[in-house]
């Protein structure tokens, strides 16, 4: 496939790699918002940038009707309207928060462990922590968001918050080191124990893998998809 990286920073090259590796042509690598006439001939653009720019990215290339794969997180306000860009234009488009194929294992995991948790509200006080790289621009990052909705789906809490210590809230911790790729822990609490998942990335591999993945799924598809549907989740 003719693929174009949007975004060549540290995922852009670890994607590139993979991309070589499987025998793609990386026809386009550029870390600015493409041009119409850069975007013929292109099958699927993968798009990890940065936050301020992502919706400007993925509005161009569905408007010029590029299946798209989006990595970017920290944008998804404006999520509905680049799905419905996707509809409009007759073309494909796939966000996720996390390609990796552990991380989409966690997030079942996580939603059958919050559905069991349910019933003992008054006994466990459920509480998640994310660690990344100081680099990163966005808190909390966008998987701990996906564990958070997957929380919310199947109890009676009904938000999450980083400040917001109310009863309804689920409460989202940020932390910042050096180095580390990505790292998301859940902990139900009790006066006398705790259970705990965690899922911890050893490097970008995973993300980076999971990307080309769902941009060969994705190839002469239509409609809005999740990694759930590529890895037949559901
Ligand atoms: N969904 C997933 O599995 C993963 C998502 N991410 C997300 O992907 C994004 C990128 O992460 P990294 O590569 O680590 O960041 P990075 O900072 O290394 O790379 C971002 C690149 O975007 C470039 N850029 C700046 N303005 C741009 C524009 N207008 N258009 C296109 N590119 C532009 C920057 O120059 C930089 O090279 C972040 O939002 C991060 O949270 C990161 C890892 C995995
Ligand atoms: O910025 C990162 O590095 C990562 N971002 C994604 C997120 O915000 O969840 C995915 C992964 O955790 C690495």
């Not at 996720?96 to 194929?101: E, M, R, V």
């Not at 902990?187 to 911890?200: P, W």
């Amino acid at each position: 496939m003719r693929i174009a990286l949007i975004g060549y920073g540290r995922m852009g090259k670890a994607i590139e790699e993979i991309l070589i590796q499987r025998g793609h042509d990386v026809a386009l690598k550029i870390s600015r918002t493409p041009n119409p006439e850069e975007l013929k001939n292109i099958d699927v653009a993968i798009e990890f940038s940065i936050p301020e720019f992502a919706y400007n990215n993925l509005k161009v290339l569905l408007e010029n009707k590029v299946a798209t794969i989006c990595g970017t997180t920290g944008w998804l306000d404006q999520q509905e309207e680049i799905n419905q860009l996707a509809i409009d234009n007759n073309t494909a488009f796939l966000y996720a928060s996390n390609f990796s194929l552990g991380v989409n294992l966690f997030f079942e995991l996580n939603k059958v462990l919050a559905n069991m948790m349910n019933k003992y509200r008054n006994e466990y006080q459920v509480n998640l922590e994310e660690i990344h790289h100081t680099q990163k621009l966005d808190a909390p990052s966008g998987t701990a968001i996906t564990i958070a909705e997957g929380i919310i789906e199947k109890t009676s809490y009904n938000t999450w918050s980083m400040e917001d210590k109310s009863e309804d809230s689920i409460p989202v911790e940020a932390k910042r080191i050096e180095n580390v790729p990505g790292t998301h822990i859940v902990q139900y609490n009790s006066a006398v124990d705790t259970i705990e998942i965690s899922h911890t990335a050893h490097s970008r591999q995973g993300f980076a893998l999971g990307a080309v993945i769902a941009a060969e799924w994705i190839w002469n598809k239509q409609g809005v998809f999740s990694m759930k549907d590529v890895l037949e989740l559901n």
